[in-house]
């Protein structure tokens, strides 16, 4: 059998914490910042964490299933 394939885009995106958690850096925070309000940037710099519902899909991309 082969090896399966990492994808490329979701190694730039998703990064595995210690505790097996997927996380992520937050959309929308690039340009047009004048118009957000400073809560909304602020909560905007936290990593995310991938939904439970996503992660099967996620970890799959990531070739960790």
Known sequence: MPKV???SSAK???KVT????IT??????RHILT???TKRKRNMRMDG???D??????KRLL???
């Open 49 to 51: 964490t991938v939904a």
């Open 12 to 14: 730039k995106r998703f």
């Open 53 to 58: 519902a996503n992660m099967h899909f996620v």
């Open 35 to 37: 118009k957000k309000s």
């Open 24 to 29: 992520f850096q937050k959309a929308f925070k």
């Open 63 to 65: 070739g960790m299933k």
């Open 18 to 21: 210690g505790s097996g958690k």
């Open 5 to 7: 394939k990492t994808n």
